[in-house]
């Protein structure tokens, strides 16, 4: 459910998430993350009012990340847990605290590597890398 966004705006927006799934999955990241810029500036202000935004934000932080760009990737990350159930989404908070270790920001990272691991448990970290995991083994 996208929220109240008018059905030519919702197609147009599904198809080039689609398109930028697409590029993802054939790991052209680059590529990917225009797509779904391209979807969220389709996106009625503000932002993150909208559903659509959640999965938009999280899709270019996610690009961001395979990217290696790990700054963008946290601000993206921080726009998507600002959005409609942002705050309760597992893989807002794993990939942010992973964008924030990355960074160097590790007390930051905790705590939404923590959450992450609140909402979904161990198997959130099962396929990522161990450092991650590492770093709240101790709290829980």
């Given at each position: 459910?996208?929220?109240?966004?008018?059905?030519?705006?919702?197609?147009?927006?599904?198809?080039?998430?689609?398109?930028g799934n697409e590029f993802a999955d054939e790991e052209k990241y680059?590529?990917?993350?225009l797509k779904f810029s391209e979807a969220l500036d389709l996106v009625p202000i503000p932002k993150i009012d909208w559903e659509a935004s959640l999965w938009l934000f999280a899709s270019i932080g996610d690009m961001y990340f395979?990217?290696?760009?790990?700054?963008?990737?946290s601000d993206s990350f921080f726009d998507a847990l600002n959005c409609p159930d942002g705050q309760i989404n597992a893989f807002v908070h794993l990939?942010?605290?992973?964008?924030?270790?990355?960074?160097?920001?590790?007390?930051k990272a905790k705590e939404h590597l923590l959450q992450a691991y609140m909402l979904e448990g161990e198997e959130m970290f099962s396929e990522q890398?161990?450092?991650?995991?590492?770093?709240i083994k101790d709290i829980i």
């Open positions: 459910d996208m929220g109240d966004l008018d059905d030519d705006l919702y197609d147009r927006i599904t198809a080039l998430s689609e398109e680059q590529e990917a993350l395979s990217l290696e760009e790990y700054q963008k990737a990939r942010l605290g992973e964008s924030l270790y990355e960074i160097g920001l590790k007390d890398e161990p450092k991650y995991f590492q770093l």
